[in-house]
């Protein structure tokens, strides 16, 4: 499959990891390390190791899995375990896991030493058609998702399809979300093939597409000025659902099981107050809930959810930032809404 070209640096579709294998040899790193979560160690590791017989001498570090441990404390981790094994500014980190993996990675590595190179081979979904691609790195703090970090593009992207093969289905789900939100968000004709296919089923040729359309969304608006933001469509509702649940449920939600709420949510709202037609919001809703987990939620919870909302970084002078869709394939962005407007949407999935 053809390689994308992002602002300076490749995103390969190679499961042989030949493009690897010839990035590490033309580099002469002084040290190279991997970070890898429990699972990416025990899934992935090995598989990448034993097609890049070139990369025999490295180091690797380990985090503990899942998005309540992409914080600060795991972070100072990474940077100690780099100091400790003596990483300097001509050293490589190799992300291998999911966004968790790859955002943390990234931030870790963008600071250290005030930046070393880092790649990123992304091994969920999820991180592939999205979190890998696009440079935000980052971390959460005080319970708000990726609220310290930096804009830093990695050296290249390394994604191997065949990872997925021991992603458990809950998580190829959770990933298809942002999947969905491509074919929303830009691509009609996407989003109608979309529909056509279970979740667990996507295609590497589709995966590419959602490589491309994101691409093109980034390599235009590199710094989140003005495009980029359609891709936080569903992300200010659902941002604020997944928080809530990383902090009240004992089996919280997944990134793109709360992306999936958040877009039927602001696809109502993008029926209210952007162009949206009826039959689109029709079309959109009914196909979202019929591919993704039900949650249910009271307006209990809503004075929780405007509280993650207001420390939103799309907000502007205390009014909450949204994109919203003006049809099927087309979104625009800067719309901002006041609680009143934000609690009917919370009503319409309430009562859905
Ligand atoms: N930087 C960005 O632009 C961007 C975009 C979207 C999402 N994100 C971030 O991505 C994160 C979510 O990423 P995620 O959904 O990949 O979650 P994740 O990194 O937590 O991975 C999900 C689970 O799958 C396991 N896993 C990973 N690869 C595997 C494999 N091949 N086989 C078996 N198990 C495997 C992991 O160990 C983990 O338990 C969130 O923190 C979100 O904020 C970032
Ligand atoms: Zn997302």
Partial sequence: MQTVVSNGYSVYFDNSFSAL??????????KVFFLVDVHTQEKCLPLLTEAVPSLSDYNIIEVDPGEENKNIDYCIGIWRMLLDFGA???????NVGGGVVTDMGGFAASTFKRGIDFVQVPTTLLSQVDASVGGKTGIDM????????TFTQPKAVFICTDFLKTLDERQLVSG???VVKHGLIYDSAYFGALKTIAPTTVSPELIHRSVEIKNEVVTSDPFEK???????FGHTIGHAIESYSLAND???????EAIAIGMICETYLSYKHN??????????TGYIKSAFPDYRFSNKIYPDLFGYMHNDKKNDQGNIGFSLLSGIGTCTFNHYLDEAQIKECLDFYVDL
């Fill in 250 to 256: 004992k089996s919280p939600l997944l990134h793109g």
């Fill in 88 to 94: 300097d500014r001509n050293s490589l980190l190799i």
């Fill in 142 to 149: 005080a319970g708000v998702k990726n609220i310290i970090g």
């Fill in 275 to 284: 162009k949206l037609s009826g039959a689109a919001l029709d079309e959109i």
């Fill in 21 to 30: 294998s010839q990035f590490v040899s033309e580099n002469r790193y002084s």
């Fill in 176 to 178: 298809f979300a942002e």
């Fill in 226 to 232: 003005g495009l980029r933001k359609i891709l936080n």
